[in-house]
């Protein structure tokens, strides 16, 4: 039967509704494709500029200076981290004047990462620190490697004064048998009245520090089983470049080798009860078993 | 082929489309990841991190970052505005936010912005003024990142930015 023309007409205007719909529907499905696009550049343009900054962190040389340390010269790297086995059993226990690592009764093992922890809290202006970390330096490198070792110089305004030595700030240690924390609490540059903060402590490290420490600079933690604060006299070091120091370590008849190294046998006899003897060619080395006869048990 | 839920008709602020199963599913599990590691460094950081399980390896030193001076901002420490953080995106990512208006697309996207700025300054000052890197910080920086990328991407195809495109 033929169609009236109202259905002729209503057939039309069906028609072009759908048509109509049908091309809205592809509007908002190509608005939405367009929106997606914007969106995914949006991301890859914030992923880019996140690229941009690890780039620049990674290829950042400086080390982190606020103490105004400059990285140390490879030939006190190598100096102060690669004393040969023989020099150390020259030296022995070291000076008999030397301080020894005092024993603590009753604490708890000083832990991090399931290995004994050695904590060490200074000061870079403080002239007892600069003597210290040579040896610390010396017996640690004996169980492990460090990197970005600084060197500075102790503060001209105390006495002795400018003493020649390096800096664990910004320094990271790495070992299998134990954790090294080694915290500048102060720079050597003077804010206001005092010496300006470096290396912020843990309210754990800073418990140890007055509990054990008496919160005197420097101190030294080895595992909550010994403490030791300056073990030798440093004005030994002054007037002396931190490369002269770093090559008189290698030669046992010199002053600062029974000193630093003999300091370094005596703590490096501590740290392998810690470690249950380990290295063991380090820990039962003719130096470091002399040494161990100075040190009371712990 | 992925199932969707069909945005409420009775919204009456202006609504997003046709929200996809997964996109509420996926950014729920990122925000819960990461308000469970904002939370642990939070722990951490009030128990004088004597716990942090993280290797000291050169560059990567978790102690070393969650224990500098830069670890707080204006003497907040960051991992409670880490935590802070998650705990009020975690809300904006459930099913039901994504199903509600316009202005809770909004809000989702402004915190991601600020968040995926935080992560920029926080991986720029790990890299260049601490020099360490704590690996924790990363995952919850990655969980950051995923979280915006996928819920700018998810926006987009639910027709979130279509009213004001439309504007223009």
């Known amino acids: 039967m033929p169609k009236t023309n109202r259905q002729v007409r209503a057939a039309r205007a069906e028609a072009a509704r759908i048509k109509a719909a049908e091309a809205r529907a592809a509007a908002k499905r190509a608005e939405r494709r367009r929106q997606v696009i914007i969106a995914s550049i949006s991301v890859a343009v914030v992923l880019v500029v996140l690229a941009v900054i690890v780039v620049i962190g990674l290829t950042h040389k400086s080390k982190n200076n606020a103490g105004g340390a400059a990285l140390a010269p490879a030939s006190v790297v190598t100096g102060v981290t690669k004393v040969s086995g023989s020099t150390f059993d020259k030296v022995g226990a070291g000076a008999s004047q030397q301080t020894v690592p005092k024993a603590l009764k009753g604490a708890p093992p000083l832990t991090s990462g399931g290995k004994p922890e050695v904590l060490y809290i200074g000061a870079e202006y403080c002239p007892h620190c600069a003597a210290e970390r040579w040896p610390l330096a010396v017996a640690l490198s004996r169980f492990g490697s460090f990197d970005g070792l600084g060197v500075t110089k102790s503060s001209s305004l105390d006495v002795p004064a400018s003493v020649p030595t390096l800096t664990f700030h910004g320094a990271t240690y790495t070992s299998k048998y134990l954790t090294f924390v080694g915290k500048e609490h102060q720079s050597n540059k003077v804010v206001g009245n005092n010496y300006a903060t470096l290396d912020k402590l ?22 909550n089983k010994w403490t030791v604060g300056q073990q030798f006299d440093p004005a030994m070091l002054t007037g002396k470049s931190q490369t002269e120091i770093a090559q008189a370590l290698n030669d046992p008849s010199t002053p600062l080798a029974k000193a630093i190294d003999g300091a370094a ?34 | 082929m992925s199932r969707t839920v069909a945005t409420t008709p009775r919204a009456a602020s202006p609504s997003v489309g ?34 942090l399980s993280c290797s000291e390896n050169g560059l990567i030193n978790c102690l070393k970052v969650t224990t500098s001076p830069e670890s707080r901002i204006v003497g907040i420490p960051v991992a409670v505005l880490g935590l802070a953080f998650f705990a009020g995106i975690l809300p904006l990512q459930l099913p039901v936010a994504w199903r509600a208006g316009r202005p809770w697309a909004q809000l989702r996207l402004a915190g991601l912005v600020v968040g995926v700025g935080m992560v920029a300054y926080l991986v720029y000052t790990e890299l260049v003024t601490i020099d360490a890197v704590c690996l924790w910080c990363t995952a919850v920086h990655v969980i950051t990142i995923l979280l915006f990328a996928v819920t700018v991407v998810g926006t987009a195809l639910v027709g979130g930015f279509e009213r004001t495109a439309a504007r223009r």
Not at chain 1, 211 to 221: A, E, H, I, R
Not at chain 1, 275 to 297: D, E, H, I, K, Y
Not at chain 2, 43 to 48: C, K, Q, S
Request: aromatic content about 8%.
């Open chain 2, 18 to 51: 046709t929200v996809p199963r997964w996109l509420p599913i996926v950014t729920t599990a990122l925000s819960v990841l990461g308000l469970g590691v904002a939370a642990y460094l939070t722990f951490e950081h009030y128990t004088g991190n004597s716990t």
């Open chain 1, 265 to 298: 046998n005596t703590m490096t006899a501590a740290i392998c009860r810690l470690t249950n003897n380990q290295p063991t060619n380090v820990c039962t080395s003719s130096g470091v078993t002399a040494a161990a006869g100075r040190l009371a048990s712990g």
């Open chain 1, 202 to 223: 843990t309210s754990q490290e800073q418990t140890l520090f007055t509990k054990y420490g008496g919160s005197s600079y420097p101190f030294v933690d080895l595992g």
